[in-house]
C-alpha cells in the first residue's frame, strides 16, 4: 500500500497514533494546532505532536484555521489518499473532509456514541461510567457523527483519573488504527452507522469549572477530582484563596454537614450533601503539593467556622 497519510493531532494522546503511523505507513505531512503561550515567561512553545514530527523528521503544518483558503491550498498540495485525526482541536471544514479519496478517520476516545465532544475522557469518569474505549470511525460534518470502523473496550478501574486513562486509551486508539486500516484501506472493511439512541455530549472543559460544590454528594465530588486531573483541576476557596484539591476519597461513618469542616483519621475533610470528601492531597495557592496530613499542620483555624 502506497497511500499518502496525512496526520492531524495536537496533544499526548496523539503521539501513540502519530508514531504507529508513521513506523507502518509514513505520512507526508503533519497537521498541529500553532504554538501557544506556556509557563510564567509565555513563551510559545510547540505542542505534543510538534516535537515529535520535528524529531521524526516529517513536514509540519500549523494552520489558524482550516476553513481559511490558503490552509486548504497548502494542504491539497500534499494531494492526501487518507486523513487521520486523533485530537487536533479544530473542527475539519467540508473542503477538508472531501480532499482525500478514501475520507478522513478520527480516534475518538471514547464508545461512540456516548460522550460525543471535546472531554470524554473526563465526561466518562465524571458519570461514573464503568466501561469506557476508542472509536475508529469515518468522520462528517457532525461533531462525532461519523460511522463507525472499530472500538475497543477497557473498564474504567475505581481510583482511575483522567491523566491514567487518557495514556491507557491513547495507545489502545493508535493499536486499534493500525490494525483496522489494511482493511479499509483495502476496501475490505466498511463503516457502520451509528446507533444515536445512546448519545451524550462531553463539551470543552473550561478552568473555572473545577470549583467543588459540597451540596453535591462527596461521591460525585470524588469523580470529579479524579476527571478533572490534571486539568483543569479542582478546587474550593479558604479565607479568599485557592486549595487545589489532588487527590481524595469518600467517607461516610457519620451524619454530615454540607460544607462543614472536619478532621477525619488524621486528614482534613468537608462535609458535601451525602458522606464526607476526604483530602488526602492538596496544593494552597502559592505552595507546593503536600499531604492532607501536612497541609493541617500548617492550618490549626481549620475546624474554626468561617
Known amino acids: 500500500m502506497n497511500e499518502k497519510i496525512i496526520f492531524m493531532g495536537s496533544p499526548e494522546f496523539a503521539l501513540p497514533s502519530l508514531e504507529a503511523l508513521h513506523e507502518k505507513y509514513g505520512l507526508v505531512a503533519v497537521v498541529t494546532q500553532p ?3 506556556a509557563g510564567r515567561g509565555r513563551t510559545l512553545t510547540p505542542c505534543a505532536v510538534k516535537q515529535r514530527a520535528l524529531e521524526l523528521g516529517l513536514p509540519v503544518l500549523q494552520p489558524v484555521s482550516l476553513r481559511k483558503l490558503g490552509a486548504i491550498t497548502e494542504l491539497a498540495q500534499y494531494k492526501p489518499d487518507l ?3 486523533a485530537a487536533f482541536g479544530q473542527i475539519l471544514p467540508k473542503m477538508v473532509l472531501e480532499m482525500p479519496a478514501k475520507g478522513c478517520v478520527n480516534v475518538h476516545a471514547s464508545l461512540l456514541p456516548r460522550w460525543r465532544g471535546a472531554s470524554p475522557i ?3 469518569i465524571a ?4 466501561e469506557t474505549g476508542v472509536t475508529i470511525m469515518l468522520m462528517n460534518e457532525g461533531l462525532d457523527t461519523g460511522p463507525i470502523l472499530a472500538q475497543r473496550r477497557v473498564p474504567i478501574r475505581p481510583r482511575t483519573n483522567a491523566e491514567e486513562l487518557l495514556h491507557q486509551l491513547a495507545f489502545l486508539g493508535a493499536q486499534a488504527l493500525t490494525e483496522v486500516l489494511p482493511s479499509y484501506l483495502s476496501g475490505m472493511l ?3 452507522p451509528q446507533d444515536g439512541t445512546d448519545q451524550t455530549y462531553a463539551p470543552m472543559l473550561k478552568k473555572g469549572e473545577g ?3 459540597f451540596s453535591f454528594s462527596a461521591l460525585e465530588l470524588d469523580r470529579k477530582v479524579r476527571a478533572f486531573h490534571p486539568w483543569p483541576g479542582t478546587f474550593f476557596m479558604q479565607d479568599g484563596k485557592r486549595v487545589k484539591v489532588l487527590e481524595a476519597h469518600v467517607h461516610d461513618s457519620f451524619a454530615s454537614e454540607v460544607g462543614e469542616r472536619y478532621v ?4 482534613p475533610a ?3 450533601s451525602e458522606s464526607f470528601l476526604v483530602f488526602d492531597s492538596l496544593q494552597p495557592e502559592g505552595k507546593k503539593p503536600m499531604t492532607g496530613q501536612a497541609f493541617l499542620n500548617g492550618q490549626p483555624g481549620w475546624l474554626d467556622a468561617e
Open 35 to 37: 504554538d501557544r503561550p
Open 83 to 85: 486523513i487521520v485525526v
Open 122 to 124: 473526563q465526561a466518562a
Open 127 to 130: 458519570a461514573g461510567d464503568s
Open 190 to 192: 466498511a463503516p457502520l
Open 211 to 213: 470549583e467543588l460544590d
Open 264 to 267: 477525619i483519621n488524621g486528614l
Open 270 to 272: 468537608i462535609g458535601t
